[in-house]
């Protein structure tokens, strides 16, 4: 059983919307800090969203900032990502990460533990 699995992944027209989840499993420590990434073929994983346990600090990269919102739910044990107003360039495969250690919400892959195998998003022009 994976620690993290995420589901929402789609092809979506530019300008549309997606939604994506990620539920952590039952038998994984609590998750404070928790993040979404992404990555196309040939580039390196970069960061998209993080939030903190709370969900009262919320981190955007700048590229979708204003766009994406990310939020978590700690009684179902999941997190989510609203993409909105989505671009071709936001096309890539989309990973859930987080880290069991209190730490402050994180754009570094470093700072997460914890990953899930990704879900494809494809935005066409």
């Known amino acids: 059983q994976e620690d993290l699995v995420e589901s929402g992944g789609g092809l979506v027209q530019a300008g549309g919307s997606l939604r994506l989840s990620c539920a952590v499993s039952p038998r994984t420590f609590i998750m404070h800090a928790m993040g979404w990434f992404r990555q196309v073929p040939g580039k390196e994983r970069e960061f998209a969203a993080a939030?903190?346990?709370?969900?009262?600090?919320?981190h955007y990269a700048d590229s979708v900032k204003g766009r994406f919102t990310i939020s978590r739910d700690n009684a179902k044990r999941m997190v989510f990502l609203q993409m909105d107003s989505l671009k071709p360039e936001d096309t890539g495969v989309y990973y859930c990460a987080g880290t069991g250690r209190r730490v402050l919400p994180s754009p570094h892959l470093k700072d997460y533990d914890y990953w899930g195998k990704g879900t494809l998003v494809t935005v066409s022009s």
């Open positions: 939030i903190s346990y709370t969900g009262d600090i919320p």
